[in-house]
Structures are given as C-alpha cells and as structure tokens.
T-cell receptor
Framework: KAGVTQTPRYLIKTRGQQVTLSCSPI?????VSWYQQTPGQGLQFLFE???????NKGNFPGRFSGRQFSNSRSEMNVSTLELGDSALYLC???????????????FGPGTRLTVL | GENVEQHPSTLSVQEGDSAVIKCTYSDSASNYFPWYKQELGKGPQLIID?????GEKKDQRIAVTLNKTAKHFSLHITETQPEDSAVYFCAAHNSGGYQKVTFGTGTKLQVIP
C-alpha cells in the first residue's frame, strides 16, 4: 500500500506571496491532518479534514486554510506569507481521524517551505 | 489546553545500552499516547503507542509505560543500535480537547558505535 505523499517536497517563496501544498493520503483513509514543524515551536497541529469537512483547528491565524476533496486528497494554503512561516509542513492520514482518539496517524515526508 | 513536556532534549548512549525518554502531560482526559521516530529529511514514523487503559506495551526492543495517576509515559529502547539514532517525539491525544493532539518537543538520540 502506498504511503502518504506530499508535493512539492521543497518550495521557496517571498514574503507576501501565497502557497498551496498538496497531500495524498493512504488509500481508504478519510482523515488528513496538517502540522507545522519548526525548530523553535516543534510540531504544532494546524487542522484536520474528514470527509471534505474541517473537523478540528489548531491555534493558527486565518492565513492558514485548507480543503479536502472527495477522493480525500487535501490541500493547504497559506496567504500573505511571512518569514516566520518558514517550516516543514507535514500531513498525516488516518482511517477515522483524531476524534477517534486512538486512530493511528501516518505521516508524509513533508514539504519544506522557505520564505525569503 | 494540553501541555506535553519531554525530557531529555538530547541523549547519547553507547551501542548496546538502553535509552529512556520521558514525557509528562497535563490533561487527564488524554487517552492515547503514540511515540514517533523522525529521521533526517523524513516525516515522523509511529514506532509504538499505548492506550490509557494499558500500563505497558512492548514490541521487541521498544517498550512504553504509562502512569495515568502521575500523568507521565516513557519510551524504553534496549540494546540500542546506530540505526536507532534519530529524533523521537511523544504525543498525547484527547478526543474531547480543542487541539486533539499535542506533541512533545523531541529528543535527539545519538547511539555511539
């Protein structure tokens, strides 16, 4: 079974631009969660999508948004990029999602975003 | 919200020795505690997990213990090997919580051959 894939793997943008990242979950998984990983703040939860609906949201500004398609693929968008948005963005998929609490999450390799 | 503290931040052990990483959490409603291993350039990979109704779980050289009363859980790696070198993260899941999952700050484990 193919794992979670994320595209692109690397991205360089300038301040003020916007960016869209893509995540394809494991086949059959309906939940996709997004995380931001930085050296200073560690791994932080952004939001979770389940069956095309945002089910949970972390403590990030509205510049961070996402969506999920009917095939469970998900995209994350960051508008008006700031230098502090430079990070590794990870997505993880699972069968039933975080509401199931004990559902195993499988992470993708991440997209490394650099904002200049 | 949930707060997860992880110690130590770095750990060096000789090959063959044991390594122990500890995490404490604040929300007694958290009920699922996975451990992840992250190698350079890769996403975190689940290595073991434990549910709140279980005190200990073992998988070959890796074990996790949970003390719900004290709100802490630990990862134990025995007979360490150089390929165990990586960053390890603990996490606490709370299905009723706002952020659902909170991660520890990570432990960089170095196994010296």
């Amino acid at each position: 079974k193919a794992g979670v894939t994320q595209t692109p793997r690397y991205l360089i943008k300038t301040r003020g631009q916007q960016v869209t990242l893509s995540c394809s979950p494991i086949s059959g998984h309906r939940s996709v969660s997004w995380y931001q990983q930085t050296p200073g703040q560690g791994l932080q939860f952004l939001f979770e999508y389940f069956s095309e609906t945002q089910r949970n949201k972390g403590n990030f500004p509205g510049r961070f948004s996402g969506r999920q398609f009917s095939n469970s693929r998900s995209e994350m968008n960051v508008s008006t990029l700031e230098l502090g948005d430079s990070a590794l963005y990870l997505c993880a998929s699972s069968l039933e999602g975080l509401a199931a609490s004990t559902d195993t999450q499988y992470f993708g390799p991440g997209t490394r975003l650099t904002v200049l | 919200g949930e707060n997860v503290e992880q110690h130590p931040s770095t750990l060096s052990v000789q090959e063959g020795d044991s390594a122990v990483i500890k995490c404490t959490y604040s929300d007694s409603a958290s009920n699922y505690f996975p451990w992840y291993k992250q190698e350079l350039g890769k996403g975190p990979q689940l290595i073991i997990d434990i549910r709140s109704n279980v005190g200990e779980k073992k998988d070959q050289r890796i074990a996790v213990t949970l003390n719900k009363t004290a709100k802490h859980f630990s990862l134990h790696i025995t007979e360490t090997q150089p390929e165990d070198s990586a960053v390890y993260f603990c996490a606490a899941h709370n299905s009723g919580g706002y952020q659902k999952v909170t991660f520890g700050t990570g432990t960089k484990l170095q196994v010296i051959p």
